[in-house]
């Protein structure tokens, strides 16, 4: 069964660093996976269509009208993370975008397009909030190909690789083997259905600059009082 800390232990593994036992322990290792886990999850589902995180939805309308160009406002699943297609534009090439829409007093996420009707296909949302125990996250974690396990794994070593051991020789390998394992989902997910593009990974560049220039850690070690 494929969990959280599992998971975490992969990234710690690669890091040549410590194991954790559950995120609970008292160690800058728990911290800093912790810490990270749920972003750097998400951020990864972002960044390829994974076939085994997708899901299929039929929307429904915001009583809203989006100021030009479109017709119609569809309210997005709660638990959608990115969308991958619309069915109205694959087969009867309807444009549509994914913008904030004023419903009421509040703005909204909403995918807009003059389709009267919207389908879509969706990356499911990684829900850690906090506890990665609970009953969703599991069952998440546990529809994830061998594939995307290994590429969190790898993403999140790569993000923690400063705050644990300071070096950026070592944060850059990790992330040239976030992309290679993505390299080899691309041939996999294009084996199990038609290929869908991939998007280019600026997450990447995030974590090896700053709008500096300059990386700048986190510090696991110092936070909360946790040591190493």
């Known amino acids: 069964m494929t969990d959280a800390v599992s998971i975490a232990n992969i990234a710690l593994n690669n890091l040549g660093d410590k194991t954790i036992s559950d ?6 290792q728990a911290f800093a996976t912790k810490t990270r886990f749920t972003d750097v999850v998400n951020q990864v589902l972002r960044a390829h269509p994974w076939n085994c995180a997708t899901k299929r939805a039929t929307l429904t309308k915001y009583n809203v009208t989006p100021t030009y160009n479109f017709d ?18 694959v087969n009867y090439d309807y444009a549509w975008k994914i913008e904030l ?5 509040e703005d909204r ?11 879509i296909s969706y990356i499911k949302k990684y829900i850690g909030s906090g506890n990665h125990d609970n ?21 999140l070593a790569g993000e923690i690789a400063m705050d644990l051991t300071g070096q950026s020789s070592l944060r850059d390998m990790m992330l040239a083997k ?27 560049n995030a974590r090896t600059r700053s709008a500096s220039g ?3 850690p986190f510090s696991a070690d110092t936070a909360n009082g946790v040591t190493a």
């Open 23 to 28: 995120f609970s322990d008292n160690t800058a």
């Open 72 to 89: 119609y406002a569809y309210k997005l699943p709660a638990d959608s993370l990115r969308v991958v297609s619309l069915y109205e534009e």
């Open 101 to 105: 829409v004023v419903d009421g007093e």
């Open 109 to 119: 996420l909403a995918l807009i397009t003059s389709s009267s009707s919207a389908n």
């Open 135 to 155: 009953k969703e996250a599991v069952m998440t974690l546990n529809n994830f190909d061998p594939i995307l396990v290994e590429a969190v794994g790898m993403a």
């Open 178 to 204: 976030y992309q290679a394992i993505l390299s080899e989902a691309r041939s996999i997910n294009g084996q199990e259905g038609t290929a869908d593009r991939i998007e280019s990974n600026e997450w990447i």
């Open 214 to 216: 300059y990386f700048k």
